[in-house]
């Protein structure tokens, strides 16, 4: 009797084995879809980010970084001003002594005087110089920034032309920044006058030039020569 009871046992555990382990393939399955569906949106997300960078310019990243820290510099002059502090003593004070040094041989290397060696170096210097001078509106950056969101940022689809008016200061600025320079050009220009009264010993510019270096280191010994030739009683 008690065998056939274990008999008619079996198949309803063994049912409900094979029940348990069909279950626990179906969840398994659910959490693998799951996970595909969760990595496959990661994905897109990532390739849609990849996307968005590879639009923004080659120096984006330096910018944005630029104008985060000018604005927390902006941000703790603020707050200095509204303690009575002086910032730049406070930020002396922040600073180590280590790091005062390297950035000081940091600056001494970064823009040496090496004096004029060709017209690209001078431009160059020129360009850095002026954009030294640039102060950025960041009242005005944080407008545009609530105003026009990303698309303050433009990529290679964004059209700029026609978008942007310059603010009648910034014209002002620069054409005040334009006449100072043609000021300060005209001021150390070395093009000298011509004298109508010289005589013209040469053919060309480069010529005249040359004439001019030779006078200056040989003239004084040719001096009785070109006297002599002018007079007629050279020998």
Known sequence: GSSGSEDEARPGTAAAAAAQKREE??????ELHMKRNEARKLNHQEVVEEDKRLKLPANWEAKKA?????????EK???CAARGEDYERVKLLE???EDAERWERKKRRKNPDLGFSD?????L???QRLTRQIKPDLEQYEKLKEQ???ALYPTSDSLLHGTHVPSKEGVDRMVADLEKQIEKREKYSRRRPYND???????????AKFNKKAERFYGKYTAEIKQNLERGTAV
């Open 77 to 79: 002059k603020k707050e």
């Open 197 to 207: 009264d010289a005589d013209i010993d040469y053919i060309n510019e480069r010529n």
């Open 119 to 123: 017209y690209a170096a001078a431009q």
């Open 125 to 127: 210097r020129q360009y």
């Open 148 to 150: 026009y969101g990303e």
């Open 25 to 30: 393939r179906l969840r398994k399955f659910r």
């Open 95 to 97: 600073i180590s002594a």
């Open 66 to 74: 630029r104008l985060e820290w000018e604005l927390k510099v902006e």
